[in-house]
């Protein structure tokens, strides 16, 4: 079993052979952490890692030490990962070890989205007791390793077990202290339209901190913080990767101290939180994985992606290839009846698209953004005969029928808002913010969930629906729970999280067949924690392809790409008014779950040849898209092109892209390393979009990591170089 407890040090050591975490009970019977990272040899102790002797900060006030559970008030001044507040108002707390237990397996989390294993052999748990009698509070540490991954998860399970009332003020999911520097700090930040933006920056003494208070994480920054040695880049070097597997407000914080340690925590914003433990009432914390490489920021990307793809997503479309889809959004908007949507769907399918998608507009009576959301009934007006006819229809023509919905949301003009004004969020006797003519349910609320469960679920029902785009387009502002006391406003914001987690749950498990993609405004509620629920995520609502670039790039250090929704859109772009070619367009939604954003009925002739063409080569390679390694060549971010290559399990197959965001004149010879090839093979190179497969070069693998690939600068069909916005893929298979 990878976790072995040595009574004589009293140390528990988890390793498997990828990473090490060291833990120790301290001399004060604090729990304390000697080593996590690199791994080690689990014979050995490594109690000489730790402090010498230590029996708490009375005397040794600001001491470096590595902690399991760190609090405040007792001469840690570093950032605490648990702050509870006792009945008398102190929140000083002396958590010391009462025991743990090693099990195999990995017991899920209640309530809350996490990880798992589908054999108990794949992992093994160990929960640690830690207890303060005087405070009357147990906290269960909970520490999973995983079998042949360098990777550790992480939560804890807190009890009341006194008599007076607690306040969690702080619970952090994780927290690591590494006792050297230097480090940077790599995270991914943006705004609506430009989101997971890669930032990266040497940590200073002090505090630098992400996190979200709006409700949902958000497009300004992903729940993911990469730490890494400075020389650290995407193929050599030492790097961790935190990830906190939750959909709501949070916290990701560094502390540099003034020897120059670092302790990382993650989870939960404290600020606006307080959760209430009664006498025996418990309290869990989301999720946290924590990843461990020395050999690159690549690496780190690479466990991420399989463990997320394996043993975070759920169910039937876990392992199925994903559909190509049409989206009716940019191509009608709310303007359409069932004669447009079946034109469309005519000219989908004979482009090749296989899940014809309909998008807002279709329920209540709803003609613009400021009315029907939470009326989930058909339009008659549009829809005469139901959604059924339509779903039929489509299904005639070799397709698959998809739908959107928003059940987050309610519009002040709806019957729902008539009837039930007090289930959406708001202050009484205060004015509530619609944003986007719109306020958010409570779902805080077991009612709400309740209603919404029925009501999503009759539409889902009603027709031959196979996919839903589940979408929440604002953040909660005016947080209140009607339905709480007082005194409990503090909860709401988690609470808001759990029932609309319980939603989801429900509902994937009464449609179990349903491929669930999840949206938020495009990534603003793009999570480990909407993973858990929905396969694949509408990345960003900005389809430009040069955009898209960052945008996917930043997302794929975190992301596999089976969950990023990735699709061609009409130009100019909606969303920033750019013309790039169709074939860029392509060749940058390949890399994801392919599909578009347009109406193919106003395609000409050339156009759709095109499409066709473009369909096709996605479905050849579907399999190596959508689960192939992704490896990152060349970043988009201030630079006048970009690389990216994605290489089959077995590198027998590799498909290169080389995409030309500004042409340069005179340009020198271009060679493009290559990356996790075979050596020993040779591979039959062809460019696409080119002449024909016959135009291919041989390559050695070895050459072309060694030596590069010779970038074409040209069309090879016409001899005409490539200027602005250009793409080429390069197909490499075993000859």
Known sequence: MPITWHEPTRQLHLHNGRLSLVLAVLEND?????????????????RHLGPAE?????????????????????????????VVEQPDGSAVLDMAYAGH????????????????????SEAATVEIDLADPV??????????????????????????AGTGRLIVRTAMSASVDLPDGPWDLLGFSGAWGRERHPHRAALLPGRRAVGSLRGATGHEHDPSLFLLRPETDETRGEGFALSLVYSGNFLAEADVGSRSTTRIRMGIHPDGFAWTLEPGATFTTPEAVLAWSGDGIGALSAALHAFYRERLARGVWRDRLRPILLNSWEGVYFDFDHARLLDM????????????????????????DRTSLGDWVVDRRKLPDGLAPLAADVEALGMSFGLWIEPEMVSVQSR????????????????????????????????VVDHLEVAIGDVLSSAAISYVKWDMNRNITEPFGASLPADRHGEFFHRYMLGTYELWRRLTTRFPDVLFESCASGGGRFDPGMLAFAPQAWTSDDTDAIERLSIQWGASHVYPLSSIGAHVSAVPNHQVGRVTPLATRAAVAFFGVFGYELDPRTLGDTERAEIRGHIAF????????????????RSPLGGDDAAWMVVAEDRMTAIVAHYRILRRPVAPPDRLRLRDLDPGTVYRVSAWPGPTPAASVRRGGDLLMAVGLG?????????????????????LSAD
Do not use: C
């Not at 099990?103 to 054999?119: A, C, F, M, N």
């Not at 269960?140 to 079998?147: D, H, R, S």
């Open 30 to 46: 604090w729990l304390g952490q000697l080593h996590v990272g690199a791994p080690l040899d689990p014979q050995a102790t490594y």
């Open 54 to 82: 230590f029996l708490g900060f009375t005397n040794r006030v600001d001491e470096p030490v590595g902690l399991a559970v760190p609090t405040a008030g007792s001469g840690d001044f570093r950032i605490p990962a648990l």
């Open 101 to 120: 237990r090693i099990v195999t397996g990995k017991p899920d989390l209640e309530g809350l989205p996490s990880t798992y294993v589908e054999d108990p």
């Open 135 to 160: 405070a009357g509070l147990e906290v269960t540490l909970v520490v999973t390793i995983f079998e042949d991954r360098p990777v550790i998860a992480r939560s804890m399970r807190l009890r009341n």
């Open 345 to 368: 769907a005519r000219a989908s399918a004979d482009l090749g698209v296989e899940l014809f998608v309909l998008d807002d507009g279709w329920f209540g009576e709803r003609d613009h």
């Open 416 to 447: 729902l808002f008539a009837e039930h004004p007090e289930w959406a969020i708001g202050i009484p006797g205060r004015e509530r913010t619609e944003s986007r003519h719109q306020l958010v349910m409570d779902l805080s609320r077991p009612e």
């Open 618 to 633: 996605y479905r050849e390679h579907r399999e190596i898209f959508q689960r192939g390694r992704f490896i990152r060549l």
């Open 711 to 731: 970038l074409v600068p040209e069309d090879p069909a016409t001899g005409v170089p490539d200027g602005d916005f250009a793409a080429r893929l390069y197909v």
